[in-house]
């Protein structure tokens, strides 16, 4: 099975920086992928990570350890259009219905 | 090129009413998968095909749910008779690949009254 565990809620400032976490626990891991939500509307992708490491794209960056059975996503620059959902889903062993969502951080970015 | 497509966007309905929601994957996406979202549990793997084909519907929470996918580029979600318990949005995603990133479309929300 899998616990997939972030925190409810995030609150952060315009221009700053914001780390949001993500702990699993899970048998065969096989992934990691962050999704962004933004309120009435449907997940969108942001990264994915299956080896151990930091990657980088644009003003998101994502950090998975295996052995630790940690990722966090971090976020620079912060604009107001960033609020919203942060979805954290891990890919345990082969087969499609293996991706299992947390229930998300929600982040609001204030002025 | 065209999103995942899903219909209606807003479905209100009473309880006993059937319900049937709709997805038109994206072009080319061998895998297609039925979601629900609540609050209490986020995000809930239904039912998935690869190409058309049932593979796992072990997430359909009770017979009242089924599922079909008559042809690559349309698939439909139904529940009969429908529950107040049943209201969520039901996102519906697709992907080329198992390992391949999953698109979701723009969900549907049903209220059962």
């Known amino acids: 099975g899998q616990n997939i565990d972030q925190p409810t809620e995030m609150t952060a400032t315009e221009g700053a920086i914001v780390q949001i976490n993500c702990t699993y626990q899970?048998?065969?891991?096989?992934?990691l992928f962050w999704y962004q939500q933004h309120a009435g509307e449907a997940p969108t992708f942001l990264s994915y990570?299956?080896?151990?490491g930091l990657e980088e794209k644009g003003r998101f960056s994502s950090f998975l350890s295996r052995s630790k059975g940690y990722s966090y996503l971090l976020l620079k620059e912060l604009q107001m259009k960033d609020s919203a959902s942060y979805l954290c889903a891990v890919r345990e062993g082969t087969g499609a219905n293996n991706l299992f969502f947390g229930t998300g951080t929600r982040l609001t970015v204030i002025p | 090129d065209a999103g995942v497509i899903q219909s209606p966007r807003h479905e209100v309905t009473e309880m006993g009413q059937e319900v049937t929601l709709r997805c038109k994957p994206i072009?080319?996406?061998?895998?297609l998968f039925w979601y629900r979202q609540t609050m209490m549990r986020g995000l809930e793997l239904l039912i998935y095909f690869n190409n058309n084909v049932p593979i796992d519907d072990s997430g359909m929470p009770e017979d009242r749910f089924s599922a079909k996918m008559p042809n690559a580029s349309f698939s439909t979600l139904k529940i009969q008779p429908s529950e107040p318990r049943d209201s969520a949005v039901y996102f519906c995603a697709s992907s080329r690949t198992w390992t391949d990133t999953q698109y979701f479309g723009p969900g549907t929300r049903l209220t059962v009254l």
């Open positions: 899970t048998s065969g891991f096989n992934g």
């Open positions: 072009s080319g996406h061998d895998y």
């Open positions: 990570n299956v080896l151990d």
